[in-house]
């Protein structure tokens, strides 16, 4: 067992010292996935479609995912944009694309909206994955915040970085946020005087692009709070992608699953 751990960490490790940039091309792919992607959105939020991923699952398995949520579970599903029926390939890149959903019981919205825009309490709130959060800047809808989070799975990736919050109050029952990381950094060292930054694009990959599409939607229950996170990585090598590859795919399913959970955690007393 100690041995597969040791050959675990020593292949991520070889991974991160000898990391490709990221490239034009594989930008260009995630940016029309991206695309893609937010078009379904949007007609969500124009309510062309349900705003809730649960109420766009087929019929019969709706009741069985409300009941989930309705016990305290979050959950979590996997999503894939595609073109006119086929998947859109990303060279040299993987794009993870999760949803993750919880209910507030009893929570009424303005409750909700207020505990997401707190961000000065993100580090209590949603640790340990936020380390750090500051506003920096604030007009009509929109804020911009400085994060530092830090995800640990065999090793620790830090991550400093600009987050471009852009919300809206739909209607009285329901909000929604679109999240963009800018400027992210991968920081070695934390804590310590040899502590460095390095902008992603030029590292490991374990994090090359981030968004983040939210709603929160109240009903006689309580206020659903969905988050959709779209996340640009490195693509693994196939020589190593049985070992690595959970790795790699498994921190962007964990920290959008943290946030969603750690949010029902704090509001639900």
């Known amino acids: 067992m100690l041995r597969a751990v040791t050959t675990f960490a020593t292949t991520v490790a070889l991974i991160a010292v000898v990391p490709p940039s990221l490239s034009p091309v594989t930008l260009k792919a995630y940016e029309h996935y991206v695309s893609l992607t937010e078009q379904r959105i949007a007609s969500e939020r124009d309510g062309k479609a349900p705003l809730l991923w649960a109420d766009r699952q087929p019929e019969r398995e709706r009741p069985r995912i409300l009941d989930r949520l309705k016990r305290g579970e979050t959950v979590v599903a996997e999503m894939d944009t595609r073109e006119a029926g086929k998947e859109i390939p990303i060279k040299d890149g993987i794009v993870d694309h999760w949803v993750a959903t919880v209910l507030l019981p009893g929570v009424k919205i303005d409750r909700a909206m207020a505990f997401v825009g707190d961000y000065a309490k993100y580090p209590q709130a949603f640790a340990p994955l936020v380390t750090r959060a500051s506003l920096t800047s604030h007009t009509e809808g929109r804020d911009v915040v400085a994060m530092r989070t830090s995800v640990k799975k065999v090793i620790t990736v830090t991550m400093d970085g600009d987050y471009i919050i852009d919300y809206r109050r739909l209607s009285p029952a329901r909000f929604v946020s679109t999240t963009v990381a800018t400027n992210l ?85």
């Open 185 to 269: 950094q991968q920081v070695s060292d934390e804590g310590l005087k040899t502590e460095r930054r390095e902008p992603t694009d030029q590292t490991s990959g374990y994090l090359w692009r981030y968004r983040m599409y939210c709603a929160l939607e109240e009903r006689s229950e309580g206020t659903y709070n969905q988050c959709e996170s779209l996340t640009l990585t490195r693509d693994v090598p196939a020589l190593v992608s049985w070992v690595v590859g959970p790795f790699v795919t498994g921190i962007p399913r964990d920290s959008l699953s943290l946030m969603v959970t750690s949010a029902r955690t704090a509001l639900v007393k």
